[in-house]
């Protein structure tokens, strides 16, 4: 299969699954949608071994992947057409009874309660995290749960994310209808809100040109025979307002490394090419991407807390002494936290991480933090939090 053919078999459930979202928020299952689905997902198993790898064809070469996220969000988007929720909820803490814990600890947290705002990042938080993020589709699934939870005890709801506004960007990925959610992308920078309104950061000239010499340095990398593989793995390039991140390695590091180091030394030439004096660019390395930010004025970075003010203030958001849900999985989204404390809120966190050196920093900043494994256990426990139901396959 050829890497551009599973990107669009992979596209075209998009349409498919907004379509199948919207029929399960009212309570009915969608037979003909798990048709459609089912046949893409044929296409794409067509093209994996018996160990699981993916093989597809990129610049004439045979590159073997992991396309996990793909194939079991769309299984599981299949259940959900078929036979519903609950039968979707029973098939997902069945492949991990320890989802089935976690999110009762999160309904548990959460029931009852109304918030002014929530602040999420997306991947890792509330969606998976695929080896490509052109591939990485909402799941229906996931597009249901946060939907019922945002439309019954939040005013806003605010998927906040490092990723691009669209082409491709949170926008081309998105399955929840657009009504329900402000997607702040770029950390913030550009915000959509539910009427369809944008308001973006000030950019200067400088740090425009200067991100847009360095994409083109980049695209010609894929260019070359060596490094054409790299356009699709991982983010590849993001292009985003006021900063963009390359991908050297996927999370399933199926890349050489020998390769992927390579890649990354060619990146970090241009870079210093373009901004020899390291006035214009700060980059991050963040183990799989290099994530370069242009510098304002002040010669510091963005990040998400100054991104989560932004789009309080053009939302209207006042965030003192009002109820405030945020919820990550990395340490780019601690800065949410701190700024949510620093703003006098009354603060409920929900961090999807195992590391305890993320946890013991999230405890000195919001001691009542509650920490599941999986972001399955935060998506789920968001749709028991607001639904009436007992659910007697729940072990407490
Ligand atoms: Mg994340």
Redesign the pocket.
Known sequence: MHIERFVERNRDSLDIRRHLARNALEGQICPDTADALRGILADIEAAVDEAGNLRVEIAGESVSTRADYERTELARDIVLAEDGIEALIGHICDEDPSISVQSQLVAERLAGRQFEVCFT?????VNGYSNRYVTSIQPAHVALSLTRFAAAVCNHFVVLTAGPLADPGILDLSVMPSSQVVYAASKGREVVFPDGSEKAEFLGPDQRNALRELALAIEKLYGSNRFASFRYVGSGLQSKFGECSVAYQDWQSNCPPELSLAFRAEIEAQIRRIDPDGRTFHVEDGGRDLEISTLDASATAYDKGTGLLFVAEHAGINLKGRSVLVC???IS?VPMVRRVVEAGARLEVVFVTTDPALQAQLRDVAPQTLFVDRYEALVLGMYLAVTEETHEYMVV
């Open positions: 990042d997306r991947d890792g938080t990550g999985d990395t989204d």
